[in-house]
């Protein structure tokens, strides 16, 4: 089946440094990875949508310069919280999408756990 | 997309089935109907989905209504490893899955 990965799966950085996740697609090519985020007891909100080779789109009240998408292959995605503050302390999901033939299909990685101090 | 409405929280005893609903009034003829779940602090993981028809995997079965206004997941033989957060959702093929509160399902021994 299709696996979803990220790295690393727990951080813990001081305010005002800048942390980056990865996401990568093990066994099929990505067109398409989504970035969620999920705060405590709550449900997995949508943060940006990136397509390969092309600038991410960010959901409303995302701020893109905060959150720094790169999707530079068809396996990979980044998200870098840059500046972070105790508030960005959250989980962090990626999924990905198979190319257009699987539509339908949506895959989740195990998320990565930010905590700032 | 459509909106989806479930309950907040379910029980069941563990080997029995486990019935989820979904209600999905305004869904679309083009919109499918996807269910994911969420076990505690890991990745949503995909269960099933459908369209019109009933559908059955390894996992579970999905009995979608005639007017397609409301689903229910079944899970035929609940497991302590079912407990989860159970998450129904309606969008057309190439959307965005947006997830709402779900249901958490409390499977007890």
């Known amino acids: 089946g299709a696996v979803v990965s990220q790295h690393p799966s727990w951080v813990i950085c001081k305010s005002g440094t800048s942390v980056k996740i990865e996401c990568r697609s093990l066994d099929f090519q990505a067109t398409t990875m989504f970035w969620y985020r999920q705060f405590p007891k709550q449900s997995l909100m949508l943060m940006a949508t990136s397509n390969e080779g092309s600038k991410a789109t960010y959901e409303q009240g995302v701020e893109k310069d905060k959150f720094l998408i790169n999707h530079a292959s068809l396996t990979l995605s980044t998200l870098t919280v840059t500046s972070a503050h105790p508030e960005d302390s959250s989980f962090y999901i990626c999924s990905a999408r198979p190319p257009s033939g699987k539509v339908n299909e949506q895959f989740f990685g195990p998320g990565t756990r930010l905590t700032v101090l | 997309d459509a909106k989806t409405t479930q309950p907040p929280s379910m029980d069941c005893a563990e080997g029995r089935a486990a019935n989820l609903p979904c209600n999905h009034s305004t869904i679309s003829g083009n919109e499918y109907v996807y269910w994911y779940r969420q076990i505690h602090s890991q990745g949503p993981q995909y269960i099933i989905h459908?369209?019109?028809n009933n559908e059955t995997n390894e996992m579970a079965s999905l009995i979608i209504t005639e007017d397609r206004k409301s689903s229910t997941l079944i899970l035929p033989h609940a497991t302590l490893r079912d407990t989860a957060v159970y998450y129904c959702?309606?969008?057309?093929?190439?959307?965005?899955?947006?997830f709402g509160a779900g249901t958490i399902l409390r499977v007890k021994s």
């Open positions: 959702i309606v969008r057309a093929a190439i959307n965005k899955l947006v």
């Open positions: 459908g369209l019109k």
